[in-house]
């Protein structure tokens, strides 16, 4: 076998089989795990709905375009690695960015609302951003309080989705600041 056809083999298999299917393996084991302890999660002592629920689908949706970037940048790099051109990665790069300008304008529109009509739009978009970082920031800290919780209840699955939740997290807030401040 020559050298280019085993690396055809091996993008083909670990890039579009493997990584799929990891990603389909994670996310089943998080709706597995979410579904054996939503007695614990979402209800407590006093039948009312808890907060970690929230908190963790709130974190999933506004992280969730980061989390697809980080897929997207090493799934091309390893493609890269292999010869390819990484074009499926640079589709979900742009599906990624939109999603987060999606996000950042909803806070916008909200913000419309408490804030006079004639600001500047710039100004506007620029507090946007401000206040989704700062609600990443909340749910950030929320984030590591639970991680802590689920460690010493002895629950190791949710102790380990919530801390690369806050990994996630904490990189996006870096990142903005790096950009607020350049």
């Not at 799929?20 to 407590?44: P, R, S, Y």
């Not at 960015?97 to 909200?110: C, N, Q, R, T, W």
């Not at 408490?114 to 206040?131: T, Y």
């Amino acid at each position: 076998m020559k050298k280019s056809q085993l690396q055809e083999l091996v993008k083909e298999v670990i890039l579009e089989n493997e990584i799929e299917a990891a990603l389909k393996q994670t996310f089943n084991q998080i709706g597995k795990e979410l579904q054996a302890n939503k007695d614990d999660v979402v209800v407590d002592k006093d039948d009312k709905v808890d907060e970690a629920v929230l908190s963790l689908a709130a974190g999933i949706a506004l992280s969730g375009p980061t989390i697809l970037k980080i897929i997207a940048t090493v799934t091309k790099k390893a493609s890269m690695f292999f010869g390819g051109k990484g074009a499926k990665s640079d589709k979900v790069l742009a599906a990624a960015d939109k999603a987060h300008h999606f996000l950042i304008g909803i806070v916008e529109k909200i913000l419309g609302v408490f804030l006079p009509s004639d600001i500047d739009p710039k100004k506007k978009h620029k507090l946007a951003e401000g206040m989704f970082y700062l609600i990443i920031g909340g749910l950030l800290g929320h984030g590591a309080i639970e991680m802590v919780g689920y460690s010493k209840a002895g629950n190791i699955a949710m102790a380990t989705l919530k801390a690369a939740m806050n990994a996630v997290k904490s990189g996006e807030i870096v990142m903005y600041l790096k950009n607020f401040i350049a």
